[in-house]
Every structure is written in C-alpha cells, then in structure tokens.
C-alpha cells in the first residue's frame, strides 16, 4: 500500500494538463442509458461505441463525407492504458480512475494493451469456449457419477450430454461466424458512404481505454470511459 500511495505521489506531482494535445472536438451521445463517442473533423465522423461489446470489443463507425475516398486500415489502430508508474501488480497498476475522472492525466505511464487480428481473436474466443464447455463436463460428469447408476438413467445422461456438446459445438461456429462477418477490416470507404466493424482489445483491469484510430491522415484520440453511463 506504502508503494502504491508513493506512486501516486510521484505520478502527480504536476497535474492538470493534458498528456496529449488535439484540436479536435470530442462529443458523446446517449444510448441505451450509456455514452458513446464521436468526432467530426473535416468531413470525416468517427464513432466508438462501447454499449454492446464494452470497451475492449467497441464497435467503430466511419462516416466519409469529405468529398473524397480514402482506405480505412484498423490494424494501424492502437490501444492504451494509463497505469501507474512503478506498481508492477496487474490489480493495482491500472487503478487511475479517481484520477482519470479529474481529467488528470499527466505522469502517467501509458500501456500500449494488444488490438488483436481477426484470425487470432476468433482462435482465442473459440479456445475459451471450448474450455468453459469442457470444464462444465467435468461438473456434470462428477454429479452424475454420485446418482443412480441404472440403465436408463445412463440412457438419458448421454442423450443430454450429446445435446449439450452438440450446443457447445453450434455456440463456438456462431462465434466464428459473427467474428468473420462484422470484425473491422481494410476497406475503401467511399464519399457519401459509412462503414462499420468492431475490434477486440486484450483487457486489463482499468475503466477508462485510449484508442488511437488513424483515418485519412488524421488521427483521432478517444478516451473511452466505461463508467459514463447517463
């Protein structure tokens, strides 16, 4: 504790000022009761909205209407984390938001978090599931082995258990399927035209995200927070 409040100490010797200067005008709007954020610049809006995925799988919308095309690529994005300098814990290094709530930015450090690819999201989701299905077999197998070992018990045991894994099985390609069909990749988006995906960030234990998302020459800088709710 001694070693966090130091930290802290250190990390805010001056504050107030923002670690990073953009002209830009951030907005938020209301949703479902909680806040999603928007910027327009020079023709160009750009939306994250953290309402169905949270912060670390935010839905983005690019809306093109500066009178050009331009090719939107998602793997330049990159994601942040402010954290406390010298606290090493994973539980304690993120815990900024009392600060990060002030506004107060300055003398932090700043974690870069992994935007994972669609290849390696979808892996990864699938091997979870996969996990928590085999894990919850194991339970169940456990309870059956203490109950009533007849026949026709063992009949429905392995019809329920045929379903289940069937229903694992139907879970993790629909998993599959929504990744491939609505992760962010490079595409063209036209004048006049939008484009919408989503990206998956590896998380850590913090409410409030940095997402540097590069369009057209621009870079747009979002401090998410997953506290604001209307």
Request: charged share 30%; aromatic share 12%.
């Amino acid at each position: 504790m001694k070693k966090l409040i130091s930290s802290l100490l250190m990390a805010f010797v001056c504050v107030g000022a923002m670690a990073e200067q953009d002209t830009k005008e951030y907005k938020t709007f209301v949703k479902n009761d909680h806040h999603v954020f928007y910027c327009t610049h020079n023709g160009i809006l750009v939306v994250v909205d953290p309402t169905e995925g949270g912060i670390f799988e935010p839905n983005i919308t690019v809306i093109n209407e500066s009178g050009h095309d331009f090719v939107f690529e998602p793997k330049k994005i990159k994601a942040y984390a402010y954290a406390i300098p010298g606290i090493n814990s994973k539980s304690a290094r993120y815990r900024t938001e009392r600060f990060l709530a002030k506004g107060d930015t300055l003398g932090f450090d700043k974690d870069e978090l992994v935007v994972y690819t669609p290849e390696k999201y979808s892996k990864k989701r699938t091997k979870t599931m996969w996990w928590s299905d085999f894990i919850g077999e194991l339970v169940v197998a456990g309870v059956e082995s203490i109950g009533t070992n007849d026949k026709r018990t063992e009949y429905w045991n392995d019809v329920r258990r045929d379903r289940r894994i069937q229903d694992a099985e139907d879970a993790r390609q629909l998993e599959k399927a929504r990744i491939s069909e609505g992760y962010w990749r490079a595409n063209t988006i036209f004048n006049n035209s939008e484009h919408e995906g989503f990206i998956a960030i590896k998380s850590v234990h913090t409410q409030y995200l940095i997402l540097d998302i590069p369009v057209d020459g621009e870079n747009f800088h979002f401090l998410i927070d997953n506290n604001k709710k209307y």
